[in-house]
């Protein structure tokens, strides 16, 4: 099995360092980033296979991020999972052209399980 890499992206480190942990143990690489600010770069440095973001995230919101990606060719069907806390979330991440959506706080196994689905 080839090992794909994962770019998390979330302000809140609590949350980062969790989703990192968890997802070390599916055996690919993790990119954690707090900053949405640096994630530009990161897909053009790093080419990650999937993509997870936090909608709420202060000066470049998830979306915004979402819609860059989707505006870029080269990373436009990249999948990206958006989570969010945010009642109205899945109606922006959807709106933004998010794979998939997942409400927060989220059922550890439901995320695995998806990340999974979209590397496969």
């Known amino acids: 099995m080839s090992t794909k890499k994962i770019l998390i992206c979330d302000d809140d480190l ?6 990192e ?3 070390e143990e599916t055996g ?7 900053n949405s600010l640096n994630v530009r770069s990161i897909l053009e440095r790093e080419s990650p ?19 860059m990606i989707r505006e870029n060719p080269s990373t436009n069907d990249l999948p990206v999972i958006v989570i969010s806390a ?3 979330g899945k109606e922006i991440a959807d709106q933004a052209g ?3 959506f997942l409400a927060k706080p989220f059922d550890v ?12």
């Not at 690919?28 to 707090?34: K, L, R």
């Not at 296979?49 to 819609?67: F, R």
């Not at 196994?109 to 496969?120: G, P, S, T």
Request: glycine content about 4%.
């Open 14 to 19: 609590g949350i980062l360092e969790m989703l």
């Open 21 to 23: 942990l968890l997802l």
């Open 28 to 34: 690919h690489q993790i990119i954690p980033e707090a």
């Open 49 to 67: 296979d999937l993509v997870i973001l936090d909608l709420w995230m202060p000066v470049l919101s998830g979306d915004q991020v979402l819609k």
């Open 86 to 88: 945010s009642t109205d």
């Open 98 to 100: 998010a794979t998939q």
């Open 109 to 120: 196994d439901e995320l695995i399980n998806l990340v999974q689905h979209h590397l496969a």
